[in-house]
């Protein structure tokens, strides 16, 4: 058993300074809106997209500057502020994923770098899934991006040593070490990161984890869910290595072997009609897109 890992939306020293997330976690192209915005395009998906666990906002941005209409949700208030500042355009509302209601439908719904892995047990997961569905017009997509479970079966290439890495915050040197372990009980993967830095400040000790989810077991949860699963697998995304390039083919896979499942393993979902009881999937037919004669998102294509 672990010490108990602290939820996604607890004390995180990246999340109360979203500058030194951005600095941690670079993406100067903004290669994973611009991934999203291919799957969008590629699905016919309509204009109005919801960024769920949308952090500093700048994917939710890139597609705003795309032509689409974005809402960010995300239940850290310190990225919320940094996103209204660093990255406008988006409207951006203070939510929690495992249980939302915004009054309003979308196309799609994204769920990047994990986020959907901060609802550790079923009943979140189903409750993120139950809001993703109620807020989705019919046919909307949800696509999901996010580590994959399996990739833990025999593979301890990410647990087996602390990783120590620097971050320039000012004139301030941080070093951060984190070590990952299993919880295989309770399905995580927990991380425990030390926070030293060379201004005397005392080391800060933060622990997370993430819902290790399995390709079927997640199949399983959006067809109770009432998703029609379009596309599983573990092809070139923003986090892959190599990463996905813009103008890359569609993803022809269907294997679950990286540690990302998406196009990083993603899921491209279509609810049934909006307030529509659950049913078995099968017996739903997959409505048609809606349309929007005034949507006519750019093409961006350049490197
Ligand atoms: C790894 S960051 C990903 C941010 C962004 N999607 C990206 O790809 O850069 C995860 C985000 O999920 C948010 N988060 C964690 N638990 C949450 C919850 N229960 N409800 C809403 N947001 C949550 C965190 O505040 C954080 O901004």
């Known amino acids: 058993m672990t010490g108990g890992p602290a939820p996604g939306g607890d004390s995180n020293l990246l999340t109360d300074r979203p500058d030194l997330y951005e600095a941690r976690f670079p993406d100067p192209e903004r290669l994973a809106a611009r991934w999203a915005e291919d799957v969008l395009l590629r699905h016919g998906a309509g204009p109005r997209v919801l960024d769920a666990g949308c952090g500093t906002g700048r994917d939710a941005a890139h597609l705003h500057g795309l032509g689409r209409r974005v809402t960010g949700i995300d239940v850290a208030t310190s990225m919320l502020a940094y996103a209204r500042t660093h990255h406008p355009g988006p409207e951006y509302l203070r939510a929690d994923l495992r249980d939302f209601d915004l009054g309003r439908t979308v196309d799609a719904v994204l769920c990047l770098d994990s986020a959907l892995l901060y609802c550790h047990g079923n009943d979140e997961l189903d409750g993120f899934l139950a809001s993703c569905r109620r807020h989705l017009s019919p046919g909307g997509l949800l696509v999901a991006e996010m580590r994959n479970g399996a990739f833990f079966l025999g593979d301890s290439e990410l647990l087996d040593r602390p990783v120590t ?139």
């Open 165 to 303: 890495r620097t971050l320039s915050d000012g004139g301030v040197v941080r070093t951060s070490v984190t070590t990952l372990w299993v919880d295989r009980a309770a399905q995580l993967l927990c991380r425990r990161r030390v926070w030293t830095a060379d201004d005397g400040s005392p080391p800060l000790e933060q622990r997370s984890a993430w819902r290790l989810l399995f390709p079927r077991e997640l199949c399983h949860f959006l067809a109770v869910a009432g998703f029609e699963v379009l596309e599983l697998h573990d092809g070139p995304g923003p986090r892959t290595e190599p990463p996905w390039r813009p103008g890359a083919p569609a993803p022809e896979g269907t294997t679950a072997d990286g540690d990302r499942l998406q196009p990083p393993p993603p899921y491209h979902l279509a609810p049934p009609t909006n307030g529509e009881p659950l049913l078995p999937p099968r017996a739903r037919a997959r409505p048609e897109l809606p349309t929007d004669p005034n949507f006519s998102p750019k093409e961006e294509r350049s490197a």
